[in-house]
């Protein structure tokens, strides 16, 4: 069996992983640490930006033989989700190998992807290799908890506009086939809470205007909204989760005591809309609903993504002609997803630029957010040997 312990990437990667970037309320220190030392060691200059306090965005930078021509972005983020620890089989930040698999919070979502673009230039470096366009290899905080204080923020500053990004690379999802799955678009995130009011009383009573009566209509037509996206989804194999639009109730709030009758009851829902939806049509549909449901019923959004375009995946975008070509030559087959989530990269297609999701994990089942969060050290390691013919591609575009 192969020492996997031994393997100098490996290791790397492990050391990263041992790193408790979790939430909430992160130090990303030892973070910053740790990459600087990583730029040390490929001999590439590094900056650290705070475009806000305490959420730093660590940019390592390979300046290609052109630079004046648009530079490729290599995105990835430093924190992770929280974790139930008990539910564990082995600890989350010992990065532990078992039977060659390494389990770690983080080893798909996606701190392994990160290490695997550093492990790539270092080989790319090692065989004297010069790119025509630059490469920034950027680190950036709080994805997880929807890029608030990371992305979102630091594609406004200055900073980002001197980098010249003209295409990007982030996050994608393991395939548990044999085939890469790439990302070029993702689904609006909407949460929406609906509140309605009614008259309170005494819990014996059968009073008028009753915000009991008013939530279940509400519940009632999202939950058959879903039910429609269920059976469209269930009636096509051809369809993924991203293809349709996703309705989850997470909250239902109202009420002091189990015999008064509340003065107003509230349910959000968590939804994400397919790329084929018209988002005017759709809030006038919610805003139907709540005058539906009756007197007072109104609704927040607490999140209201616009519509971004994807990228495209056409002869017109030479980026994604130059990343196909490069899949085509390892012989593995490609398709083409809408992310199911969300990422950073909605944020760099917002202004336009082209950007993909990608893992280059085959054979291996998604276990993003997961106890037991796990990827095979063989599987990394390959990742490694994609990007070396990846990268080269995108920069010499």
Not at 193 to 203: R, T
């Amino acid at each position: 069996m192969t020492d996997y312990a031994n393997d100098p990437a490996v290791s790397n990667l492990r050391d990263y992983l041992r790193i408790r970037s979790v939430h909430p309320n992160i130090n990303y220190d030892e973070c910053i640490t740790y990459l600087r030392r990583q730029a040390s060691e490929l001999g590439l200059p590094v900056q650290v930006y705070e475009v806000v306090p305490k959420k730093p965005i660590l940019v390592i930078t390979w300046e290609g033989l052109e630079p004046s021509l648009p530079s490729i972005l290599l995105n990835s983020h430093m924190d992770v989700v929280p974790v139930f620890e008990k539910s564990w089989t082995y600890p989350p930040f010992e990065a532990r190998i078992v039977d060659g698999v390494i389990y770690a919070r983080g080893v798909q979502d996606m701190k392994t992807t990160g290490v695997q673009y550093i492990e790539a230039v270092k080989r790319l470096k090692n065989k004297g290799i010069r790119l025509k366009r630059t490469l920034h290899l950027s680190f950036v905080p709080d994805e997880e908890v929807g890029g608030a204080n990371g992305m979102s923020e630091f594609v406004k500053s200055e900073h980002y506009r001197s980098m010249n990004v003209g295409f990007a690379l982030d996050e994608g999802l393991a395939s548990p086939d044999d085939s890469f799955v790439v990302y070029n678009g993702e689904r609006s995130i909407w949460h929406v809470k609906v509140i309605c009011p009614g008259k309170s009383g005494h819990g014996s009573l059968l009073l008028p205007d009753n915000s009991g009566e008013k939530i279940r209509y509400i519940i009632d037509k999202f939950m058959d909204l879903r039910k429609e996206s269920k059976t469209k989804l269930e009636s096509d194999p051809e369809l993924t989760t991203g293809d349709v639009t996703s309705v989850n109730l997470t909250m239902l709030n109202g009420g002091i005591q189990s015999n008064v009758i509340p003065e107003k009851l509230s349910v959000t829902f968590d939804l994400r809309l397919a790329l084929s939806v018209n988002l005017v049509e759709f809030e006038n549909m919610i805003k139907q609903w709540c005058s539906e449901a009756g007197d007072g019923v109104t609704y927040e959004s607490l999140q209201k993504n616009d519509y971004v375009a994807p990228t495209r995946c056409d002869d017109s975008n030479p980026y994604w002609l130059a990343f196909k070509a490069a899949v085509d030559k390892l012989k593995v087959p490609l398709k083409v997803r809408t992310f199911p989530a969300g990422t950073d990269s909605r944020y760099i297609r917002e202004l336009g630029v082209s950007a993909l999701g990608f893992f280059p994990y085959r054979n291996t089942r998604p276990a993003l957010h997961e106890h037991n969060e796990s990827l095979r050290a063989s599987v990394f390691l390959d990742g490694i040997s994609v990007y070396e013919d990846i990268l080269p591609a995108l920069a010499n575009v």
